[in-house]
Antibody
C-alpha cells in the first residue's frame, strides 16, 4: 500500500525557514517523480515544485523560485521542501504527491504551514 | 502559464441524478509525446485530493465507474452518471503537460 506522510509544518515568523518532509512507503521511491502542492486556507490547489526520480531535476512555480528547494533522499525514501524567506502568502496546507505519467496518483494528508508574527 | 477554467463553480445536484463539470484550457495540452495530461481530482471535505481520472478518460484504480472523463483539444468534461452522497466535495481539473502545472478553480458539488 502506498503511503505518503508529511511532517515539519508549524508556525513561523515572516522571513523564517521551515523544512517539510514526506516519508514514502509501498513503492520504489527512486523510480518516481514527486511533487509538492499547496492549498491556502479556503482556496484551491497550487502546484509548488517537482523533482524527478532518478536524475534529481527540479522545477518550481515562479513565486517560490530562489526561496524554496525541493530535494529527495532515495536511501531514506523521503522527499523534502526547504522553505526560506517565508511570507504570509506561503501560509497553506502542503501536500506531497507521487507522480504517475502526467498525473499524480497518491497524495499525503498534508502539513499546515502558518507564516505569521 | 496555462489557465484552466472550470464551470460551474457551484453544482447542486439531487441524489441519483447526473452531474457534469467542464474544464477549458487556455492552450493545447498536447505534450510532445502526443498525450494530453489532463486529470481530474476530487477533494472531499477535510481530506487531501484524490485522483479520479488521468489522461482525459482513464479511471484510476478503485474509482467507481459512475465517474467518466472525456474531451479533446482544449475542452474537457467530468461526468458523474448518478450522484451519491459520498461524491460531495470539490472537483479540480489539472494539467501536467507544461510547467507550471495548473489547476482549475474547483467546482463545489453539493446535494440539493
Amino acid at each position: 500500500e502506498v503511503q505518503l506522510v508529511e511532517s515539519g509544518g508549524g508556525l513561523v515568523q515572516p522571513g523564517g525557514s521551515l523544512r517539510l518532509s514526506c516519508a514514502a512507503s509501498g513503492f520504489t521511491f527512486s523510480s518516481y517523480a514527486m511533487i509538492w502542492v499547496r492549498q491556502a486556507p479556503g482556496k484551491g490547489l497550487e502546484w509548488v515544485s517537482e523533482i524527478s526520480g532518478s536524475d534529481g531535476r527540479t522545477y518550481y512555480t515562479d513565486s517560490v523560485k530562489g526561496r524554496f528547494t525541493i530535494s529527495r533522499d532515495n536511501s531514506k525514501n523521503t522527499l523534502y521542501l526547504q522553505m526560506n524567506s517565508l511570507r504570509a502568502e506561503d501560509t497553506a496546507v502542503y501536500y506531497c504527491a507521487k507522480a504517475g505519467l502526467g498525473h499524480f496518483d497518491y497524495w499525503g494528508q498534508g502539513t499546515l504551514v502558518t507564516v505569521s508574527s | 502559464d496555462i489557465v484552466m477554467t472550470q464551470t460551474p463553480l457551484s453544482l447542486p445536484v439531487t441524489l441519483g441524478q447526473p452531474a457534469s463539470i467542464s474544464c477549458r484550457s487556455s492552450q493545447s495540452l498536447v505534450y510532445s509525446d502526443g498525450n494530453i495530461y489532463l486529470s481530474w481530482l476530487q477533494q472531499r471535505p477535510g481530506q487531501p485530493p484524490r485522483l479520479l481520472i488521468y489522461k482525459i478518460s482513464n479511471r484510476f484504480s478503485g474509482v467507481p465507474d459512475r465517474f467518466s472523463g472525456s474531451g479533446a483539444g482544449t475542452d474537457f468534461t467530468l461526468k458523474i452518471s448518478r450522484v451519491e452522497a459520498e461524491d460531495v466535495g470539490v472537483y479540480y481539473c489539472m494539467q501536467a503537460t507544461q510547467f507550471p502545472y495548473t489547476f482549475g478553480q474547483g467546482t463545489k458539488l453539493e446535494i440539493k
